[in-house]
Each structure stands twice: as structure tokens, then as C-alpha cells.
């Protein structure tokens, strides 16, 4: 207890990552401080690679002027990742969130992103989660998933549901995503 006024409400407990040989955990919470409330989720795993090792990240606190370190991935890490479940899931996701945080990481820190270790990233994303062979077929997932009606009504959908991606057109995300599949 900190008595910092703070207090923290488990929603809910989910596994996650079902297919991998260690599943993790998501935490729902609820945190409450002076009659505020907001929701948060946290995901706990072990096993993922990260290439080519977690960085310290300084997370800047929104009530004091300090920040904490937590040890996080790094941004080409967090990139494989995700490209990665949108090609393994290809036609079949239903996980916009990927799609929309690819398309704005890529657009916002375009800059930051070391293109060598992003490569790497992904290859050993890919290796360790035993889908090598997105790397080559790439391109035509992403071709399948642009033409596909049902992908196309589901991120109609996201937009609908968060006001942040209304501007965001689905040919744009995977303009996006083509790019980055050519560059690795």
C-alpha cells in the first residue's frame, strides 16, 4: 500500500497467446483516484524474443514531474510482432488494433526504426513461432487481406468504434504494411 490514494479493482483474468508454448495472462484493472476512473490492461508473458534485447524505457508519470523505468520491447520488437500476427492470421484476423498501431508506429517513428533490426525481428519472430514462411508470401497475404470484403467492413467497423482511426483509410494501412514487407 502506498497511500497515494490509488486503488486498483482486477476486472478480469484472460489467458492470452494460446498457441505459444508459454501463454501469458491479461489483466483488466480499474484504477481509481479521486473519483476518477480509468481502465487499463495489462499483458504478463515470457518467452517472446526480443531482438536484440528489451529495452529501459523511461515512462513519464501524468501527476508528477518524474518518470519511472520499466524494462519494455523495443519498437522494431513491437513491429515484428505485430506484422507478424497479421500475416499469420492473414484473412481471418479480426484484430484491427494490429493493424491500426502498424500503420501508426511506422507513420510516427518512421525515423526511429533501425530497418536492419526490424528485419531481424521479424525473422526471428517468424522462426520462434514457427511461420518462416511469411517472409516470402508476405506480399500475397497482404493482397488477399487488402481485397477481402469481410477485412475491409471489419476496420469500417474499428473506425465506427474509435473515433481515433475514423480518418484512417484501410488502403492506407496496408500501403503501409507493403512497404514494410518490401524492406525486410
Same mark, same amino acid.
Given at each position: 500500500?502506498?497511500?497515494?490514494?490509488?486503488?486498483?479493482?482486477?476486472?478480469?483474468?484472460?489467458?492470452?497467446?494460446?498457441?505459444?508454448?508459454?501463454?501469458?495472462?491479461?489483466?483488466?484493472?480499474?484504477?481509481?483516484?479521486?473519483?476518477?476512473?480509468?481502465?487499463?490492461?495489462?499483458?504478463?508473458?515470457?518467452?517472446?524474443?526480443?531482438?536484440?534485447?528489451?529495452?529501459?524505457?523511461?515512462?513519464?508519470?501524468?501527476?508528477?514531474?518524474?518518470?519511472?523505468?520499466?524494462?519494455? !520491447?523495443?519498437?522494431?520488437?513491437? =513491429?515484428? /510482432?505485430?506484422?507478424?500476427?497479421? &500475416?499469420?492470421?492473414?484473412?481471418? #484476423?479480426?484484430? $484491427?488494433?494490429?493493424?491500426?498501431?502498424?500503420?501508426?508506429?511506422?507513420?510516427?517513428?518512421?525515423?526511429?526504426?533501425?530497418?536492419?533490426?526490424?528485419?531481424?525481428?521479424?525473422?526471428?519472430?517468424?522462426? !520462434?513461432?514457427?511461420?518462416?514462411? =511469411?517472409? /516470402?508470401?508476405?506480399?500475397?497475404? &497482404?493482397?488477399?487481406?487488402?481485397? #477481402?470484403?469481410? $477485412?475491409?467492413?471489419?476496420?469500417?467497423?474499428?473506425?465506427?468504434?474509435?473515433?481515433?482511426?475514423?480518418?484512417?483509410?484501410?488502403?492506407?494501412?496496408?500501403?503501409?504494411?507493403?512497404?514494410?514487407?518490401?524492406?525486410?
Amino acid at each position: 500500500n502506498l497511500d497515494d490514494g490509488v486503488t486498483f479493482d482486477i476486472k478480469n483474468v484472460t489467458k492470452i497467446m494460446d498457441e505459444m508454448e508459454y501463454q501469458g495472462i491479461r489483466l483488466s484493472l480499474e484504477a481509481c483516484m479521486s473519483g476518477m476512473t480509468t481502465a487499463i490492461k495489462i499483458d504478463i508473458s515470457t518467452g517472446d524474443v526480443i531482438t536484440p534485447r528489451a529495452i529501459e524505457y523511461n515512462y513519464r508519470l501524468m501527476l508528477e514531474e518524474k518518470s519511472i523505468k520499466l524494462w519494455s !520491447y523495443n519498437l522494431e520488437t513491437v =513491429l515484428a /510482432e505485430k506484422i507478424q500476427t497479421i &500475416l499469420s492470421r492473414g484473412v481471418l #484476423n479480426t484484430r $484491427m488494433r494490429d493493424f491500426y498501431d502498424v500503420y501508426l508506429l511506422k507513420i510516427l517513428y518512421d525515423k526511429n526504426i533501425d530497418k536492419d533490426i526490424l528485419k531481424k525481428a521479424f525473422g526471428e519472430t517468424c522462426n !520462434y513461432r514457427g511461420t518462416d514462411n =511469411l517472409i /516470402e508470401d508476405g506480399i500475397n497475404v &497482404l493482397k488477399l487481406i487488402e481485397n #477481402n470484403q469481410e $477485412m475491409i467492413t471489419l476496420w469500417k467497423r474499428y473506425q465506427q468504434k474509435y473515433e481515433y482511426a475514423r480518418d484512417i483509410k484501410f488502403e492506407n494501412i496496408m500501403d503501409v504494411l507493403k512497404k514494410i514487407i518490401l524492406e525486410l
